[in-house]
């Protein structure tokens, strides 16, 4: 398992998920997201207006995402 928080992966707190897989972390990451969306959370719906604004460009949400994947790679399994 690795972890990684909600900061890390583009959102506003320091929650821990914690996955074998990138899909599975960005999926834990989504859910949490969508969950924070629907309590009105400030500091996440500024989150993700940020990356609403880079999925309009599916360049950079793919390098963002596959930075944030080789992130994940580098990281110490625990
Ligand atoms: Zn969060």
Known sequence: MKTMTCQQLG???????SANTFEEMAELSKKHG??????NDASHLEAMQRMG??????EDMEKWYESKREEFETLPES
Do not use: S, V, Y
């Open 11 to 17: 959102g506003a707190c320091d929650l821990e998920f």
């Open 34 to 39: 969508m969950e924070m969306h629907q309590k």
């Open 53 to 58: 604004a880079l999925m309009k460009n599916p």
